[in-house]
């Protein structure tokens, strides 16, 4: 058997790790045809701890016959490896909480501010310095590996790695497959049955065909009048933009209201939940402020954490971590992301197809440039991944919202390497979400001295 070296970067992260580790031990192919090294990195040892724990009781219920090791180096835990599956984030919900409350603070009408709007520029430029710091060891020990990135902002990161390193990069989200969901109860039909072509930005893409696997059958036909028929308020939260950008553009999108109202400056008419985007009293809490409560996250109006009595316990960050990873055979199930599905395409040398991947155009998507990261359906095998050119192209008002945000992209990676408040403000002031130009100069100085820590050191040139 072949030696296989994977490597988790940002092993103590709860969404993806533990979810890669399951599908790891759920793969036949891994199991019987590699011999198989699985290194887990985290620079929390605490984190790391408790995922290797976890793992290795994980792999002995399975009796999977591979290496499992941990380790705080980056070096060793790439050192050879063939893929390394990233997933990184310092103090997630704390800094989330900045990027989204002090732009709207200085009139920003943005939503989220995760991969779009003011706030995801300073989350870009905060994750950026650690990415790359992965991607330049990996030109040392293992320049040939693949680096599977799960970190936000997707598209703004993976296209900064494809520019600036010499390491194939592909970025992984599971936005796509949430809006075949929706279609599917919209159809009332089964989502394996519906077959889809669609793509665009990171969290701001189109379905640009539907049909019916079985027979072929356009299913757009249908869809339309579905949606007609359905109730308009009915999980508003999460679709009702969608729905109003089916309506406008002919085309349904994806994945809902949170993510692609980030790119369009009136998603705030359509999402009920904003005021209870990490929520806090301004009384008694302040944003930034570590002696301060996290504030909550809260995804939309409607969700299980705001469905509670006066006196109904909430399940603490600590205990949902603790219920994580307690080890339970039953539950461990497959994630339905594709890194490992990728692994075994490109490692046994067999093809395979992804809903999505986010990868440089190169000509997949028609009025794009080439060098812009984009996000469809994408072809794995032997040879590695490549976009699969979309038939239908993208309505024309679509291109152009995407253009400006391949702008951004370009001018925040300028900031990053010319080190200049002055080009953070050039893309701030581009996007739809911008605050006038005396609020931005201020916004940025604010959080440069507030999560200078972080940030790199930018100047006004």
Request: one cysteine or more; aromatic letters at 8%; hydrophobic letters at 30%.
């Given at each position: 058997m072949?030696?296989?070296?994977?490597?988790l970067i940002g092993a103590g992260s709860i969404s993806f790790a533990l979810g890669a580790l399951h599908d790891i031990v759920l793969s036949g192919r891994l199991r019987e045809e590699a011999d198989l090294e699985v290194a887990l990195m985290d620079i929390h040892p605490e984190n790391l701890d408790r995922t290797h724990r976890y793992a290795k009781e994980l792999f002995a219920s399975y009796e999977l016959p591979a290496k499992l090791w941990a380790t705080t180096?980056?070096?060793d835990a790439l050192t050879g490896a063939h893929f390394a599956i990233v997933a990184i984030e310092v103090d997630r919900y704390f800094y989330w909480a900045q990027d989204f409350h002090i732009p709207r603070r200085y009139g920003s009408k943005q939503v989220y501010g995760e991969n779009g709007g003011p706030g995801s520029m300073f989350h870009t430029l905060r994750n950026l310095g650690p990415m790359l710091d992965i991607a330049r060891m990996m030109e040392k020990v293992c320049p040939d590996a693949w680096f599977i990135n799960y970190t936000n902002p997707e598209a703004k990161l993976v296209e900064a790695i494809s520019k600036l390193t010499s390491i194939k990069i592909v970025g992984l989200c599971h936005g796509l497959d949430m809006g075949i969901d929706q279609v599917a109860q919209f159809l009332e039909r089964n989502p394996e049955e519906i077959g889809i072509e669609g793509g665009g930005l990171n969290h701001f893409g189109f379905f640009t065909k539907l049909w019916d696997?079985?027979?072929?059958?356009?299913?757009?036909?249908?869809f339309r009048e579905k949606e007609k028929q359905a109730n308009r308020l009915a999980h508003f939260d999460h679709i009702g933009l969608s729905r109003t950008l089916f309506r406008t553009y002919g085309y349904y999108p994806y994945p809902g209201t949170n993510h692609c109202g980030e790119y369009v400056p009136y998603a705030g008419d359509f999402y009920a939940g904003l005021p209870l985007q990490f929520r806090y009293d301004p009384l008694s809490e302040k944003i930034g402020d570590r002696a301060s409560r996290t504030?909550?996250?809260?995804?939309?109006?409607?969700?299980?954490?705001?469905?509670?009595?006066?006196?109904?316990?909430?399940?603490?960050?600590?205990a949902w971590v603790e219920q994580a990873y307690a080890f339970d055979r039953d539950k461990v199930t497959c994630s339905?992301?594709?890194?490992v599905p990728i692994i075994e395409s490109i490692f046994f040398g067999f093809e395979t197809e992804i809903h999505a991947a986010n990868l440089p155009n190169r000509g997949a998507i028609q009025g794009l440039p080439d060098d812009m990261v984009v996000e469809t359906q994408a072809i794995v095998n032997g040879s590695g991944i490549s976009l699969k050119p979309m038939e239908v192209g993208l309505p024309t008002a679509i291109i152009g919202t995407i253009h400006i945000q391949g702008t951004i992209h370009r001018l925040l990676l300028?900031?990053?390497?010319?080190?200049?408040?002055?080009?953070?403000?050039?893309a701030i002031l581009l996007d739809p979400q911008a605050p006038s130009y005396y609020q931005a100069c201020a916004m940025i100085d604010e959080m440069c001295e507030l999560q200078?820590?972080?940030?790199?050191?930018?100047?006004w040139k």
């Open positions: 072949k030696k296989l070296k994977v490597a180096s980056l070096e696997k079985k027979t072929g059958e356009d299913l757009y036909p249908l504030p909550d996250f809260v995804y939309c109006a409607g969700g299980d954490s705001l469905d509670k009595g006066l006196f109904d316990r909430v399940t603490s960050q600590e339905k992301e594709y890194a300028e900031a990053y390497v010319e080190k200049s408040r002055t080009k953070l403000l050039q200078k820590d972080l940030l790199p050191a930018l100047e």
